[in-house]
T-cell receptor
Framework: GAVVSQHPSRVICKSGTSVKIECRSL??????MFWYRQFPKKSLMLMAT?????????EQGVEKDKFLINHASLTLSTLTVTSAHPEDSSFYIC???????????FGPGTRLTVL | QKEVEQNSGPLSVPEGAIASLNCTYS??????FFWYRQYSGKSPELIMS????GDKEDGRFTAQLNKASQYVSLLIRDSQPSDSATYLC?????????????FGAGTRLFVKA
């Protein structure tokens, strides 16, 4: 149980384009989803927290207009990186938590490369 | 003081030995604690959760919690080269509206064959 998927697993795009990453909870209802980014050999960095049906809460320093998060259902959250630049290249990981649960389960991650 | 602190390592142990990973946290009111394993280039995967003082065992893994000392540890018995990874300690800390999960920076473990 507690399986979280992400799609795509890897994406390469040109600078200036937008990229959408999907995060799905496959066998539970995720009332809260989290988006992280991680640079090579660095720690996880929380970007934002989203609750189903509500606007996402962004961490300090994360541009909400650049990283658009939508949590439209209890099983799906999306992260859109708008007008991507090479410095946005990173490993993006989502996690999900069910209602009344204390535990986050991570998706497999999406490796974004912006040329 | 960071909310969750771990020694970054690397911690190197020989195959078959016990690996001991430690974590301290600052919020005395924390009630939920987790250990995740992250292989290079992969996302974290949950190994164990622990909520009560004492030991919790699952196979070769034992989590230990001491709330009075604000300390949580992970022991890996009979360490294998496949255990080589970064181990993340995570703690649920109180915030407005409930709680949030804070991750430590992780300890890199190398198990030498």
């Amino acid at each position: 149980g507690a399986v979280v998927s992400q799609h795509p697993s890897r994406v390469i795009c040109k600078s200036g384009t937008s990229v959408k990453i999907e995060c799905r909870s496959l066998d539970f209802q995720a009332t809260t989803m989290f988006w992280y980014r991680q640079f090579p050999k660095k720690s996880l960095m929380l970007m934002a927290t989203s609750n189903e049906g509500s606007k996402a809460t962004y961490e300090q320093g994360v541009e909400k207009d650049k990283f658009l998060i939508n949590h439209a259902s209890l099983t799906l959250s999306t992260l859109t990186v708008t007008s991507a630049h090479p410095e946005d290249s990173s490993f993006y990981i989502c996690s999900a938590r069910a209602r009344d649960s204390y535990t986050q389960y991570f998706g497999p991650g999406t490796r974004l490369t912006v040329l | 003081q960071k909310e969750v602190e771990q020694n970054s390592g690397p911690l190197s142990v020989p195959e078959g030995a016990i690996a001991s990973l430690n974590c301290t946290y600052s919020d005395r009111g924390s009630q939920s604690f987790f250990w995740y394993r992250q292989y290079s280039g992969k996302s974290p995967e949950l190994i164990m959760s622990i909520y009560s003082n004492g030991d919790k065992e699952d196979g070769r893994f034992t989590a230990q919690l001491n709330k009075a000392s604000q300390y949580v540890s992970l022991l890996i018995r009979d360490s294998q080269p496949s255990d080589s990874a970064t181990y993340l300690c995570a703690v649920n800390v109180r915030n407005t509206g409930g709680f949030k999960t804070i991750f430590g920076a992780g300890t890199r473990l190398f198990v030498k064959a």
